[in-house]
């Protein structure tokens, strides 16, 4: 189970004013569902991820996980761009304790990775896409109870994103997931209940549908505000 308890988030724009991303934000994630997160672009939604794995930590208010969490996939961060992809999955999985089985994991990550030779090459060589896919593919490569998605079907070519949604399915099988996504389908596939964020507040729907209708009912009031 994850809780936030009155979470505030603010990052300061160029000119030194603060931008509060979160305000207040009082929820709570249960193990026992996968949770679709929802809103416009800028409401808070990558934020609130990297908040739960703790690569980011609140202004003010306290969050509690409970669980084993992944970091969010589909985000290209926390890779070391002057190590190889052979080399980031070494230092990752001595992070994870995985030394006895050290080299079975590096090898997962580099057939499923689909990056041939340029495992071998410094990540700063690599485009969005194999960072991508380097990325997902050290994910799977761990057992978490939650995993952290972030448009985790937007990387690499078909039949990589193939790979992937069968990767997902077998991961919501047997682990929860709190996934963001603008795939409308995406969310329904996955997600039992949803998210959506708001002006920095976040409301529970215990519905993703009822999620979707109330974020998109928002857009249109919004459209027709402006006209």
């Not at 304790?97 to 340029?118: C, K, P, T």
């Not at 709190?178 to 389908?185: C, R």
């Not at 507040?201 to 549908?209: C, L, M």
């Amino acid at each position: 189970m994850i809780t936030f308890t009155d979470v505030h988030k603010r990052y300061w724009k160029r000119r030194g004013d603060p931008h509060w991303v979160l305000r207040g934000v009082s929820i709570t994630f249960p193990s026992d569902r996968n949770v679709g997160v929802i809103g416009i672009n800028g409401a808070g939604k990558s934020t609130l991820l990297r908040l739960i794995s703790g690569t980011e930590m609140p202004t003010r208010g306290e969050i509690r996980v409970n669980s084993r969490v992944s970091w969010p996939i589909g985000l290209n961060r926390g890779l070391q761009r002057n190590l190889t992809g052979r080399q980031n999955a070494r230092f990752i999985c001595r992070i994870h304790g995985f030394e006895d089985e050290l080299e079975d994991r590096i090898e997962f990550v580099r057939s499923f990775s689909d990056l041939d030779d340029a495992f071998d090459e410094p990540v700063r060589t690599y485009s969005s896409g194999m960072r991508g896919r380097l990325n997902f593919a050290l994910s799977f490569a761990f057992e978490f109870d939650t995993y952290l998605v972030d448009e985790a079907m937007g990387a690499g070519d078909a039949r990589f994103k193939a790979k992937t949604l069968k990767a997902m399915k077998m991961l919501a099988s047997r682990a929860s997931m709190i996934i963001v996504s603008h795939s409308d389908e995406t969310i329904k596939s996955f997600c039992h209940a949803g998210v959506w964020l708001h002006e920095g507040r976040a409301y529970w729907f215990d519905s993703v549908r009822d999620a979707l209708k109330e974020y998109k009912r928002s857009i249109r009031l919004g459209r027709a505000a402006n006209r």
